[in-house]
């Protein structure tokens, strides 16, 4: 009754509603009402049109974050540098969209374009110090994301613009701002970028299953010496692995720059959509639809976690724990599949 | 003497930048000796500066003048036993190391904040009345030149951090624990066939690399920033991640590393002090420490031997 494939689906969803369970009884230990709780929590991700324009704007940069954590975990690398990569692509795309004039067929997608570039570029960095020389992917990638934050705070404020803190609005030409869709949704933040997104998730199902590429991407993942002595060159997908999940993670940044703000600004920290992404794609087992999936959750959780002070009088940050807690549950996996097939063997 | 003033300075920003990184890289040797990585050390890091800072706020009408050291001490308990959620996940439920790493961050991050808005009703905690002061060490700073660099104007807590390198590395080379420390995180069947409960030797590493991390993050809340927020640890458990590894996992490379650290960020903020640094743009500076590091494993130490079973689970009866 319990197939492997179907404990597979269980676990995240058991993880979700733990991590929910958790977060219901942190709220009666502090002396809230639950139900008033995740009722404003519902309210705040779907109570209206605006709510549920601001909740897509939201899900768009996850899942192109969660897609680049996923592709390079298939390749058996931790891409911790999204978050990096994410700014490389934001800069990029703004810098095209504000500096050249050209129509908009060609100026959108050149601006999307060179932010999967830069994206991509980020990448190639550590992947080709950890094939090359061996260097842990993880310690690089978390150095170049303090690169990429200082390195794009100093473009903006001494290329881009004057000494100000933020770039002007790109081109009409190469926005993703769509009025219409705004206009549906009470003037919500939305745009086209979520289309990007979902062509996207399917690209990356599209390499990883239905190409030889992938399957070499996955067996690397999978046992390098294994692969090696297939006749892979591992080294080479190690590479290509982290190149294409930074140009995931470069669109994620083109959502933001073309799409939610449409400048680039000066940071004082992460924006943790690269952080964040670490979360959506282990929840999504690391799988496109799994990502889609996961971005959805944790984009109406952190949305609709906006309206729980004002409707319930909860800080925003119980949402944080509740998402810490279902990483932990989907990390101690094993603790759930020894729980179910505990009462599979009842069962019987 | 301007020059040795100069120096003092640059040595004096380097320390304390560094002295929290020391603490914390020291947790991490401990973790990852043992055969479990940490990511989760900025997680612990934030524990303990959110612990430190309550603690210090609430007691310091019992405690008087040892308010400081008694904030120290609860933030390490504290965060050793919130270490217990990694050491649970990753030893006991054979979690990703990594990803039960990285949910420490997301929580505590999560936990500082959500009480520091249920207990203080705002996005940070009020500034304490009894942080950790600089000092001069009696008789010893007045002699000349070596009294001004390293006699003057300290933390105490920074020679606390070079004295525990020290007393680490005794620790894990040359006691029986540190050898079993060490086995079952080279090898933890062989460990275990000879009588070493892994398990257990596991656990302790996690809850060190807690209570040192707590501790790291303890130092720089009662030392820099004196009060919680989002803002207070921003990544200084991740350089302190880099810096056990840029120092081969070695509790005095480590040391060493820390400081390396530290002198890079202090150079960033002391920079338009010195004449040959001060028509360099402050974005070189900033962005100094992460190249340096990326190029220095890149060229010396690519490949840094880490402990054989780091990041695998031990199953008893594998194999």
């Known amino acids: 009754m319990f197939s492997n494939r179907i404990v597979n689906i269980l676990i995240p969803i058991i993880s979700v509603l733990l991590g929910l369970l958790f977060g219901a009884i942190i709220m009666l230990i502090f002396g809230y009402n639950p139900v008033t709780g995740f009722a404003a929590l519902w309210n705040g991700a779907f109570g209206d049109s605006y709510f549920i324009g601001e909740t897509v704007r939201q899900v768009t940069p996850y899942i192109l974050s969660g897609l680049a954590v996923a592709f390079a975990l298939r390749s058996g690398l931790l891409n911790i540098g999204v978050e990096g990569q994410v700014f490389m692509g934001w800069l990029a795309s703004v810098w095209i969209g504000i500096s050249l004039d050209l129509p908009m067929v060609l100026h959108l997608p050149l601006a999307i374009l060179a932010a999967a570039v830069a994206g991509a570029f980020w990448g190639f960095i550590p992947g080709i110090l950890k094939a090359k020389l061996g260097v842990h992917e993880v310690i690089v990638t978390i150095m170049m994301n303090y690169i990429a934050l200082y390195l794009s705070n100093s473009i903006v404020r001494n290329l881009l613009t004057d000494g100000a803190d933020r770039t002007e609005n790109v081109a009409a030409t190469a926005s993703l701002q769509s009025s219409w869709l705004s206009e549906m949704t009470f003037y919500s933040r939305i745009h086209y970028g979520f289309i990007i997104a979902l062509f996207m998730a399917f690209i990356m199902w599209f390499i990883i299953n239905r190409t030889t590429t992938g399957f070499e991407l996955r067996a690397v993942g999978f046992n390098q010496n294994a692969s090696k002595y297939a006749g892979m060159n591992v080294s080479k997908n190690i590479i290509l692995a982290m190149v294409i999940s930074g140009s995931f993670a470069g669109l994620a940044g083109a959502m933001e720059g073309l799409g939610t703000f449409g400048f680039m600004s000066i940071k004082s920290g992460f924006t943790n959509i690269g952080f964040d992404g670490i979360a959506v794609a282990l929840l999504g087992a690391n799988t496109a639809v799994g990502v889609i999936l996961a971005a959805f959750l944790f984009g109406v959780l952190k949305i609709g976690a906006l309206n729980m002070p004002t409707e319930a009088g909860v800080p925003t940050e119980l949402v944080e724990i509740i998402i810490a807690l279902i990483i932990f549950f989907v990390a101690s996996s094993y603790m759930i599949r020894w729980i179910i097939l505990r009462f599979k063997k009842e069962g019987k | ?319």
């Open chain 2, 1 to 319: 003497m301007e020059i040795v003033e100069l120096i003092s300075r640059i040595l004096g920003a380097s320390v304390v930048f560094a002295t929290p990184l020391i603490f914390t890289a020291l947790g991490g040797v401990f973790s990852e000796r043992s055969g479990v990585i940490n990511i989760g050390l900025e997680g612990l890091m934030i524990m303990g500066a959110f612990v430190a800072i309550v603690s210090n706020l609430a007691f310091h009408h019992v405690f008087g003048a040892a308010t400081p050291v008694m904030s120290l001490i609860i933030a390490m308990v504290v965060s050793a036993l919130f270490a217990l959620f990694h050491a649970v996940a990753s030893i006991t439920f054979r979690a990703d190391q990594v990803v039960s790493g990285v949910a420490i961050n997301f929580l505590a991050l999560g936990i500082g904040l959500f009480l520091t808005k249920q207990w203080y009703d705002k996005g940070q905690t009020d500034f304490i009345e009894s942080p950790i002061y600089s000092s001069h060490v009696p008789l010893l700073n007045k002699i000349p030149i070596i009294g001004d660099l390293f006699f003057s104007g300290w933390y105490w807590t920074s020679y606390l951090a070079v004295v525990a390198a020290f007393i680490v590395w005794f620790v894990i080379y040359k006691t029986p624990f540190g050898l079993r420390l060490r086995s079952v995180g080279e090898h933890p069947m062989a460990a275990d066939t000879n009588g070493i409960n892994v398990y257990k030797m596991r656990y302790i590493g996690v809850m060190l690399s807690g209570a040192l991390g707590g501790l790291g993050g303890a130092v720089y809340a009662l030392t820099v920033t004196h009060n919680f927020s989002h803002g207070t640890i921003v990544g200084q458990g991740f350089i302190s991640l880099a810096a056990v590894i840029f120092g081969k996992w070695h509790p005095l490379g480590a040391l060493g590393a820390a400081i390396f650290f530290g002198f890079a960020q202090s150079l960033s903020i002391v920079s338009s002090d010195i004449v040959l640094l001060k028509n360099v743009p402050s974005v070189f500076m900033l962005i100094a420490p992460y190249v340096l590091t990326i190029l220095a494993l890149a060229g010396f130490i690519g490949k840094a031997e880490a402990p054989k079973s780091l990041g695998e689970a031990y199953v008893k009866g594998n194999r």
